[in-house]
């Protein structure tokens, strides 16, 4: 991220992401955590990489550091469930180039999955 794209950002601002994870997928990383069974819904840390991926690529973007993330689980996702995933600025620092974002993740009918809040730090 440019610090010009950086000084752009405001308060208010959101990305979003759809997913969805199949059973393969959610097979498949049950074999890479070496798990002897699969898990029923999709796994959390699964869902959480929605948000690095939005935090990494969209926003704020390339050029973050990803310092923490908090989240709060209401509900299991279904594999195959249309999920969809926000990101949206919550507070700048701009004197230490740190942006709170909040984080949301909602399923079928606008089900809320999970919510929470990360703090990313601008490395220019």
Same mark, same amino acid.
């Given at each position: 991220?440019?610090?010009? @794209? ?12 759809? #997913? @969805? ?69 919550? #507070?700048?620092? #701009? ?8 984080? @949301? ?20």
């Amino acid at each position: 991220m440019s610090l010009e @794209r950086f000084d752009a950002l405001s308060e208010g601002q959101s990305a979003t992401l759809e #997913r @969805r994870f199949s059973a393969d997928d959610i097979h498949d990383w049950s074999q890479l955590c070496q798990l002897d069974d699969d898990w029923q819904g999709v796994p959390e840390p699964l869902i959480a990489g929605l948000f690095s991926c939005l935090l990494g690529e969209d926003l704020p973007g390339h050029g973050t550091n990803y310092l923490k993330q908090a989240m709060t689980f209401h509900a299991t996702a279904d594999a195959d469930e249309p999920l969809q995933a926000s990101v949206t600025v919550s #507070r700048l620092r #701009r004197d230490k180039a740190l942006v709170s974002l909040t984080t @949301r993740c909602t399923g079928r009918d606008g089900r809320l999955i999970c919510d929470g809040e990360a703090l990313v730090l601008f490395q220019h």
